[in-house]
Nanobody, 125 residues
Framework: QVRLVESGGGSVQAGGSLRLSCAVS?????MGWFRQAPGKEREGVAA???????VYADSVKGRFTISQDNAKNTLYLQMNSLKPEDTAIYYC??????????????????????WGQGTQVTVSS
């Protein structure tokens, strides 16, 4: 059984940085970070698959970096040059489907993932 626990959220000013962590227990396949802003649908932010391939939403390309430390069973999201529009609850997700390529993760249906509880990120202008 997969368990995901996010941490690292907080409040920063525009232009600042945060690093989110997702502690993972259980075997996982491809993984991703998603976010949901108030009044908006959940959207995919970044994904990584078992080959190490990474994919990013256009809105965060060049600013966010997804990575994983298998020795520590932790998934990370380094967020730089943060903008007020990045404000959202950020969720870590693990695919329940084996061999899902990173390119499929951001648009996949929510039911194919195990989810963490989320961590709040607030960026002020």
């Amino acid at each position: 059984q997969v368990r995901l626990v996010e941490s690292g959220g907080g409040s920063v000013q525009a232009g600042g940085s945060l690093r989110l962590s997702c502690a993972v227990s259980g075997y996982t396949y491809s993984m991703g970070w998603f976010r949901q802003a108030p009044g908006k649908e959940r959207e995919g932010v970044a994904a990584i698959d078992k080959t190490g391939t990474t994919v990013y939403a256009d809105s965060v390309k060049g600013r966010f970096t997804i990575s994983q430390d298998n020795a520590k069973n932790t998934l990370y999201l380094q967020m730089n040059s943060l903008k007020p529009e990045d404000t959202a609850i950020y969720y870590c997700a693990s695919s329940r489907v084996s061999n899902m390529p990173a390119t499929h993760i951001l648009g996949a249906h929510p039911t194919v993932f195990n989810w963490g509880q989320g961590t709040q990120v607030t960026v002020s202008s």
